[in-house]
């Protein structure tokens, strides 16, 4: 019989105190560093800056106006036809034309203590019959002081084409004595506190009449008045 091998020794690690196990090879995995939430705080803090800046604006804008308010007291200026003056309203049968000349006088009230208006020069005021034009006419420009009350005489003229039934509307109501009519007044005016002036804006007068007559050199009494005063920016 064949002499074997003697067996292999088996090595046990414990045995071997110099013998050190393989190192440890750490696969780094690479991070990926979002920038939300860096981003959404950069947001954040934008929009309450602009909250912030929005209040702080409305807090200014309130107290100007409450400043405004309280040291002026501005009020609305009042218009009233004073008076009118019929030069000729003449009906020519045979054409059918009306020749119309009125003078109108205006009274203007400010009654503001601090408060000016500037009244230019492109106004229009326009005189109707059931919504046809008889005459037409300008303001003057002028500049009303505080607390002033100005007297303006509105010369105006026209021609009208007259329809068989708006002439025989005409004479019913000089037979009953009541003629309404309707004056729209465009006025491009600037308000002035103390030396500065705004934009110019536009006001709008309507005035609903009725008059006791139109003939010619006879005093025309006002029956009734309603004003209705808007304006444009």
């Known amino acids: 019989m064949a002499n074997s091998a003697p067996p292999q020794k088996y090595v046990m690690l414990e045995q071997q105190p110099n013998l050190q196990p393989p190192p440890y090879h750490r696969r780094n995995v690479p991070r990926y560093h979002s920038g939300y939430h860096k981003s959404g705080g950069g947001c954040l803090k934008c929009i309450c800056c602009c909250y912030c800046t929005l209040i702080v604006l409305i807090f200014i804008v309130a107290g100007i106006t409450f400043y405004f308010y309280t040291v002026f007291?501005?009020?609305?200026?009042?218009?009233?036809?004073?008076k009118i003056h019929v030069k000729a309203f003449d009906v020519a049968p045979l054409?059918?034309?009306?020749?119309?000349e009125l003078v109108v006088t205006v009274k203007a009230d400010n009654p503001n203590k601090r408060i000016g208006f500037i009244y230019g020069k492109d106004s229009s005021v326009v005189v109707t019959y059931f919504d046809q034009q008889l005459c037409s006419g300008q303001l003057p420009a002028f500049h009303q002081g505080h607390r002033n009350i100005t007297m303006m005489k509105v010369v105006m003229k026209g021609k009208t084409k007259?329809?068989?039934g708006m002439q025989k509307k005409?004479?019913?109501n000089k037979e009953s004595g009541k003629i309404p009519l309707l004056i729209r007044v465009v006025a491009p005016v600037r308000v002035v506190v103390g030396s500065v002036q705004t934009r110019q804006i536009k006001v709008l007068v309507n005035c609903t009449l009725v008059t006791s007559n139109v003939a010619p050199r006879n005093k025309v009494k006002i029956l009734s008045a309603k004003y209705d005063?808007?304006?444009?920016f």
């Not at 007291?73 to 004073?82: A, F, R, S």
């Open 95 to 100: 054409e059918l034309t009306l020749e119309t």
């Open 170 to 172: 005409l004479m019913k």
């Open 229 to 232: 005063v808007n304006v444009r």
């Open 73 to 82: 007291q501005p009020q609305v200026p009042t218009y009233k036809v004073h």
């Open 162 to 164: 007259l329809d068989p």
